[in-house]
């Protein structure tokens, strides 16, 4: 593997570890609960209004909240950082 390739996987992988924590917070979900006025906020809304008044446990909503306050598992870090090196390796072959 040429020495750029393994640059653009290895970048892609520890960039999309370290980003998804921001990407949650910027979406409103903080380890405060969901920010007022957010993305989070609307979408909590809408899955209330879908499951008449409460959010279901394993929504979306719920998982992505979980995440925010508690942080990723390892297993969700393993993930992202395939997928992060996966997009860094396709992103050389174009």
Known sequence: MKPGTVVAVVGGAAATVALAPVALGAAGFTSAGIAAGS???KMMS??????????????????LQSAGM??????????????GAALGFLGRLF
């Open 39 to 41: 993305v989070a906020a």
């Open 46 to 63: 809408a899955a209330a209004i879908a499951n008449g008044g409460g959010v279901a446990a394993g929504s979306a909503v719920a998982v």
């Open 70 to 83: 508690a942080g990723l598992s390892a297993a969700t870090n393993v993930a992202l950082a395939g997928a």
